[in-house]
């Protein structure tokens, strides 16, 4: 049985290596901050949210929460604090009234031990922390007892506020580790708090599938893992961080268990009373659930290291709330639009490059003469006016029969024409290198007829036009009739 108990509350050996990035590092071009790497906090938009909108936030993460873990009404409700706890045993917490007063009473003194949490009683405690960080390696670490003389005398300092220099030998290590659970213990509710009881006891039923969608005995470790890291994003800001320093403390002490002899399952047994058990209740009151809550502490600690990041989807969602005008409520909406655009962008681009030409290179080059004939026609019909000439000398430069099919059979680069029937050929077929590539895109009826309308149009403007400035204007006004 020991051996069983440490094998499931080891901790896998590689686990910190593989452990994600908490931030990413970005270059400041700023020349007055070269050299100073900027943080970059990948939950940026996610704390933001939290902060500025508390309501939408919790929307979007409870309707999460429920779409990997069946709470039914009651139990959600009290989830979100809409109604009274029921807990086992008839357990709950102390009335409003009691534990105002009691409350107002350790504020007059200073009190912590005792007290609703609060970052200042968590600063207290973080010297505990930061002492056992360097202490790990002493055996049955949590699990012996410390001296009761010295613990009250380390209390009664952490009560009043001052700094204490445990490092002056004056204190043992189990001193320390003792008065930490003794400070867990005596918090009014559990670290996890007493809406998320009901959530923890679902997440440890959690289980994996098999390809006949039977449920089977296999902890499904990643909805475990995605679930548990929703229901940290709704704790009380300073539970939430007291629970991650704490669990990082755990974690390295399970890392060095091979020292202290103590596993990530021992440990769960010494601190899931604290945690998770809700106030005032025993083991007879647990029943079958204590077996749930026990490992789901160990399973905890040995997967701290990725608790406390949220879920990509919800990264992204609280980005679109600030970056865009649509928010997505779920990871299935943003699954959803994702797989939407992808299949638009692939028929699409499917529908681009599997369009045939129906025309062979013979009817191209014809259609491309006829084109330029009808459009020397229009200009011929144009009224008489120095414009009129410029353009037919334009076109007299070169024969109107000539093709650029035809010149697409030399090898060597043609050094681009700047006149205006090799602007029109260039319009209508691309440069002779690339006229090949093009067909396969475009009909070349329309490629042409297309040109044919633009072209129409600026010689319209020339026939209605009367200002003499237009007739002074230098050949290149026909590049822009051709871009048109």
């Known amino acids: 049985m ?30 007055s901050l070269r050299g100073q790497p900027i943080i970059f906090n990948p939950d940026f938009f996610v704390e933001k949210l939290r902060h500025e909108k508390p309501e939408v936030f919790t929307e979007l993460v409870v309707s999460n929460i429920t779409r990997l873990i069946d709470l039914p009404g009651t139990e959600l409700a009290q989830l979100m604090g809409e109604v009274d706890l029921k807990l086992p045993g008839g357990a709950g917490p102390a009335s409003g009234f009691f534990r105002s007063l009691m409350s107002l009473k350790r504020k007059e003194k200073g009190v912590i031990f005792g007290s609703p949490l609060t970052e200042e009683g968590i600063a207290q405690i973080y010297q505990l922390i930061e002492y056992l960080h360097k202490n790990l390696r002493v055996e049955g670490l949590f699990r012996v007892p410390g001296n009761s003389v010295r613990q009250q005398i380390l209390r009664d300092a952490l009560n009043s506020g001052t700094d204490i220099d445990l ?34 006891l679902k997440i440890a039923d959690l289980m994996k599938f098999d390809d006949k969608g039977n449920k089977t005995n296999v902890p499904d470790k990643e909805r475990q893992i995605e679930a548990l890291q929703l229901l940290f994003l709704i704790l009380p800001p300073p539970n939430r961080n007291l629970l991650k320093l704490l669990l990082d403390l755990l974690y390295q002490t399970a890392k060095k268990q091979d020292k202290n002899k103590m596993s990530a399952y021992n440990l769960a047994l010494m601190f899931a009373p604290h945690v998770l058990w809700p106030k005032n209740v025993t083991a007879n009151d647990l029943q079958e659930n204590i077996t749930k809550l026990n490992n789901g502490m160990a399973f905890m600690i040995k997967h701290s290291q990725k608790l406390f990041k949220a879920p990509a989807y919800i990264r992204e969602c609280a980005r679109l709330h600030y970056l865009s005008s649509r928010t997505q409520a779920s990871k299935d909406d943003l699954d959803l639009t994702a797989s939407c655009q992808t299949k638009s962008f692939q028929l699409a681009k499917s529908q681009k490059w599997n369009r045939v030409d129906p025309y062979s290179h013979e009817e191209t080059q014809q259609r491309t003469e006829e084109a330029l004939r009808e459009l020397f026609q229009h200009v011929h019909n144009m009224p008489e006016s120095a414009k009129k000439k410029q353009l037919i000398r334009q076109f007299n430069k070169q024969s109107v029969t000539q093709t650029p099919g035809r010149e697409a059979s030399t090898p060597r680069k043609r050094a681009r ?68």
Do not use: W, Y
């Open 167 to 200: 490092e002056s030998g004056e204190f043992h290590s189990n001193d320390v580790a003792t008065l930490l659970k003794m400070f867990l213990g005596e918090l009014p509710e559990p670290l996890l708090t007493h809406k998320h009881f009901h959530a923890h």
């Open 417 to 484: 024409s700047r006149s205006f029937s090799g602007l029109i050929r260039r319009k209508v077929l691309g440069n002779p290198m690339m006229s090949e590539k093009k067909d396969k895109h475009s009909t070349p009826e329309l490629t042409a007829l297309d040109d044919l309308k633009r072209a129409s149009k600026e010689n319209m403007s020339l026939d209605s036009s009367e200002d003499p400035e237009f007739s002074s204007c230098p050949p290149r006004i026909f590049s822009s009739m051709a871009c048109m």
């Open 2 to 31: 020991a051996t069983e108990e440490q094998n499931e509350g080891e901790v896998p050996a590689g686990e910190s290596g593989r452990s994600d990035a908490i931030c990413n590092f970005v270059i400041c071009n700023d020349s």
